[in-house]
């Protein structure tokens, strides 16, 4: 297997972009054995390298990095439990809803999303500036670089709100940008998807499918639009993707989560040959009590004892009279080489377009949508005559079972649901204003104009 070669091509293509974002600046000579920000997008090579460095960088620590957004805002709702109550890491406040600007986790979460931004931004000017690159090649890596910053976007417009949208590297400028509403970044995130698609083909240049495609930016898009529940624009796109020949629905759950599944949209290679998906680590424990994260009562108890997928997902752990629930999706934690860390699979477009039928009262062409994972979960279908309520209400039941630990995916649909206040009734401490994070203490300070402060904080 093939690594990314990242650190050093980020260091030594991208990295002078990057330093005009100090808070200093130092006059220096170019270094003779690095090459030129120029130069790197004169030679497809080259360029591609400096891609490699941004995939590397949301493998590492970004949004859709296994130990990020999945835990964080797993125990900030209701689908984790945290055990570790004196940490200084800040993970202790964000599972205990009372997180303040200070705290560490999310000062990192805002740093390292707007350092992929800016990634993305240095490959993007890198791209409109070459002469030399094929079109054809040109179209693909700013597709694909448009598609990453999108991304990372919309995460922090769903957890922070109104954000600022940085779409160059002068420091200058980003040094003092105020925040854009979170409406309009929505709308923002609309256009650059938009004009990633049309950039970009169906087809998969690695069979892994490690690389954004066409079909990744759909889902992006249609994930946008439910966001601002426009059900009409969603619909043709998810009805599109879900008929693709490329995708396969997995009806083997001990398979959903090898790399070879035909399930997949995009997923993330782990950064050395053999190398566990950050998942695998981040949730195992065995033998003992757990020392951070198991699964959340509230979760375990929206499982009946036939759904497979607590037979298959879930690991019980008995220490004496105590039982606990790992998640147990990713499995090799040593020497693994069947599994990457899954961003998109088609069981997400299953049931966004079960929710945009529901949502414009077409029950009965929502259910098979929702029924694809129920059936392959050993589970009875769900017939009609229903209420359009209760089928929304199953659809958010069998994404929580489907998704749990993945990318975020509970807080992102109670927030599209409008139901975050619900979690009052296991989360003594939930508050309405929770359903943003506050901006970084340390953002404020550096830049005024990010203010105001979020609401609570």
Not at 31 to 49: G, R
Not at 175 to 204: F, H, P, R, W
Not at 260 to 270: D, F, T, V
Request: overall charge neutral; charged content about 20%.
């Amino acid at each position: 297997m093939k690594t990314y070669p990242f650190y050093k091509l980020f260091l030594c293509i991208i990295g002078f972009s990057m330093i005009q974002n100090c808070e200093k600046m130092i006059e220096v000579e170019e270094p003779s054995n690095q090459i030129s920000s120029q130069k790197v997008f004169e030679d497809v090579q080259t360029a591609d390298a400096a891609l490699a460095a941004l995939y590397g960088m949301l493998w590492d620590n970004s949004p859709v990095a296994g130990d990020q957004t999945g835990k964080l805002m797993g125990s900030y709702t209701d689908d984790l439990d945290y055990y570790v109550a004196s940490a200084s890491t800040g993970l202790p406040d964000i599972y205990q809803n009372t997180q303040e600007e200070t705290n560490p986790q999310i000062n990192t979460y805002w740093a390292k999303s707007y350092q992929c931004i800016l990634t993305a931004n240095t490959i993007l000017e890198g791209i409109r500036d070459s002469q030399t690159l094929p079109q054809k090649d040109k179209n693909r890596i700013k597709g694909e670089a448009l598609l990453a910053r999108s991304l990372v976007c919309f995460y922090l417009q769903q957890i922070f709100g109104d954000i600022p949208f940085p779409s160059s590297t002068d420091y200058k400028i980003n040094q003092s940008m105020g925040k854009t509403s979170g409406n309009q970044v929505l709308t923002l995130l609309e256009n650059d998807v938009v004009e990633a698609i049309s950039l970009l083909s169906d087809d998969y240049r690695n069979t892994e499918r490690i690389f954004l495609n066409r079909k990744a930016g759909q889902l992006l898009l249609a994930k946008i639009y439910m966001t601002q529940h426009q059900w009409i624009k969603a619909e043709p796109i998810l009805k599109e993707i879900v008929a693709s020949p490329l995708y396969i629905y997995e009806n083997d759950l001990s398979k959903v989560f090898n790399k070879n599944g035909k399930h997949i949209i995009w997923q993330l290679k782990p950064k050395n040959s053999g190398n566990a998906t950050k998942e695998a680590s981040t949730y195992y424990f065995n033998s003992t009590a757990p020392t951070s994260y198991a699964l959340s009562t509230s979760l375990i108890n929206v499982f009946t004892d036939s759904d497979l997928r607590k037979q298959n997902w879930m690991a019980k752990v008995q220490v004496g009279q105590n039982v606990w629930y790992r998640a147990d999706k990713y499995k090799n934690r040593t020497s693994n080489t069947t599994e990457y860390s899954i961003v998109f699979r088609i069981e997400e477009a299953y049931l966004l377009l079960a929710e945009t039928y529901a949502q414009q009262d077409k029950t009965a062409l929502a259910l098979p949508y929702l029924n694809a994972s129920r059936l392959r979960a050993g589970l009875s279908a769900i017939q009609l005559p229903i209420s359009k309520n209760d089928v929304l209400n199953e659809i958010l039941l069998e994404s929580r079972k489907e998704f749990f630990t993945e990318m975020g995916h509970r807080f992102l649909e109670m927030k599209r649901y409008d139901i975050l206040n619900t979690l009052q009734t296991v989360k003594p401490n939930w508050k309405t204003y929770h359903a943003l994070w506050p901006i970084p203490q340390k953002e404020l300070l550096l830049n005024p104009n990010l203010n105001p402060q979020n609401e609570g904080y």
